[in-house]
Every structure is written in structure tokens, then in C-alpha cells.
């Protein structure tokens, strides 16, 4: 006995499949190539078959960017060395982001990312920035700093240019590193 579809679930169609296609179509073109009409092509479905998945194309940027930060590498509960675990997290934060260069401008324009994946991250930042003596006021502001830094980075090193000779290959992420390990040592007095 087969269960009843719902309205525009089409079979093989889900939301895993409709992010995979979008962020193939991304890697491809570039934001540009990614229209709600040029991925129902891609899905060989009609473009309300999509909206069973996303509402808009709002939702499938907020999706695809909330979907790459799941690979991000989980703070360590209770790490015994929290300035540690936070340069661990950015790290890991970079990695993935230049992983998928063609979503990190997507971060900048949108101003980050939404959804439990990023919520997690949020969280686990500011758990880490508490336990490494930041005061409670200022949780916030060092999360957004060390938020903006790292997606900034990313930009740089994922961007089109070679202008700043930092941004290529391992010089980048070596650049990234001792930046992050200077945030965290102004932030909190710790070195990592």
C-alpha cells in the first residue's frame, strides 16, 4: 500500500533533494544562476512543485545557507579550554564557508544566516565566550565580531580578486588563524 502524495511532493522530490540541486546550481553560476525557475528546470518539475519545499527564493537561500553550516564541527561541551574551543569553532566556521565559495557572498549580502544550524552556532559561541570571562554585556558584540571577521574572511579568500595578496591558498587560512588568535586574545585575555 503506497501513501497519498502531497500537493506538489512529486516522487524523489524533498527538501534534501531541492537544496542538493540548488546548491549545484550555485556552484555552477553563481546567485545569478539560481532562479526558482532555472532549479524546476534542473528538477524537471514545475516551479509550484518547489514551493511544497521552500516559499520563496528568500527561504531557499535561508535553507542552503543554514544547510552548509550543519557541516561546521561542534563546539566540545565542556572543553576545558573554552578560548580554545571558540578559535576551533571559527576555524572549522572558515573551512566549511570556503568550501562553498559561492554562498559566502550570499552571507554578506543577507547578513548571516538563519536557522537551527546557525542558531546552534550562536549558542555554542556565546556558551564558549562566557566560559572564557567575557562579560555577560558583551557576549553579543564579541560573537558579532568574531562572526563578521570569519565570514569576512572567507570573502576575501572564496572572492574573485587577487588584489590583497593575503587572500590565496594557504596563506589565507594561515592569515585567518593568527587574525583570529589576535580577536580572541583582545577579546579575552586568553591565548588559545
Known amino acids: 500500500m503506497t501513501s497519498a502524495r502531497r500537493p506538489g511532493n512529486r516522487a524523489g522530490l524533498d527538501r534534501e533533494t531541492v537544496l542538493a540541486a540548488a546548491r549545484r546550481l550555485l556552484d555552477q553560476g553563481g546567485a545569478d544562476a539560481l532562479t526558482m525557475r532555472a532549479l524546476a528546470r534542473d528538477l524537471a518539475v514545475a516551479p509550484n512543485a518547489l514551493y ?30 573554552p578560548v580554545s574551543e571558540l578559535r576551533r569553532l571559527m576555524l572549522s566556521t572558515y573551512e566549511v ?7 559566502v557572498p550570499l552571507l554578506v549580502t543577507r547578513r548571516g544566516a538563519r536557522g537551527p544550524h546557525a542558531a546552534r552556532l550562536g549558542r555554542e559561541t556565546d556558551d564558549l565566550l562566557r566560559r572564557a570571562g567575557v562579560a555577560e554585556p558583551d557576549v ?23 588584489a590583497v ?14 587574525s583570529l588568535r589576535w580577536l580572541l586574545v583582545g577579546t579575552t585575555g586568553v591565548e588559545p
Open 165 to 178: 595578496a593575503l587572500t590565496t591558498g594557504q596563506a589565507s587560512a594561515r592569515t585567518f588563524a593568527d
Open 97 to 103: 564557508l570556503l568550501a562553498h565559495p559561492h554562498l
Open 52 to 81: 511544497s519545499h521552500v516559499a520563496d527564493k528568500d527561504a531557499l537561500l535561508d535553507a542552503l545557507l543554514d544547510d552548509v553550516l550543519a557541516g561546521v564541527t561542534a563546539a566540545r561541551p565542556g572543553a576545558a579550554r
Open 140 to 162: 553579543v558584540p564579541a560573537r558579532t565580531v568574531l562572526v563578521v571577521h570569519t565570514i569576512g574572511m572567507a570573502a576575501f579568500s572564496a572572492g574573485p580578486t587577487d
